[in-house]
Nanobody
Framework: QVQLVESGGGLVQPGGSLRLSCAASGITFSNYAMRWYRQAPGKERELVAGITSTGGTTNYADSVKGRFTISRDNSKNTVYLQMNNLKPEDTAVYYC???????????WGQGTQVTVAS
């Protein structure tokens, strides 16, 4: 079966850092672009960062640009989100998402909670 399993979430103080990981199985990982989304209570789910199947191109929401870095290791079937200088407004459930290149096939992870608070 296809699985996207996030890890690395938790509670962190403002200004701190977390590194999220998403391990994929059941797919040919190198054929998928990967994205991180987040959703806070009462707000719409928003795109945080994306990376192409080869890792050659990345994109970020303006609110996280300069603080977050998305990367992938195709040999490990894993995508990462390094989050630095975290702010309370970063508090949300973070979701890993896989999109098959040029095909209407996608998958979602179960989400991991990130809470930024004193």
């Amino acid at each position: 079966q296809v699985q996207l399993v996030e890890s690395g979430g938790g509670l962190v103080q403002p200004g701190g850092s977390l590194r999220l990981s998403c391990a994929a199985s059941g797919i040919t990982f190198s054929n998928y672009a990967m994205r991180w989304y987040r959703q806070a209570p009462g707000k719409e789910r928003e795109l945080v960062a994306g990376i192409t199947s080869t890792g050659g191109t990345t994109n970020y929401a303006d609110s996280v640009k300069g603080r977050f870095t998305i990367s992938r290791d195709n040999s490990k079937n894993t995508v990462y989100l390094q989050m630095n200088n975290l702010k309370p407004e970063d508090t949300a459930v973070y979701y890993c998402y896989a999109r098959r290149t040029l095909r209407q096939i996608d998958y979602w992870g179960q989400g991991t909670q990130v809470t930024v608070a004193s």
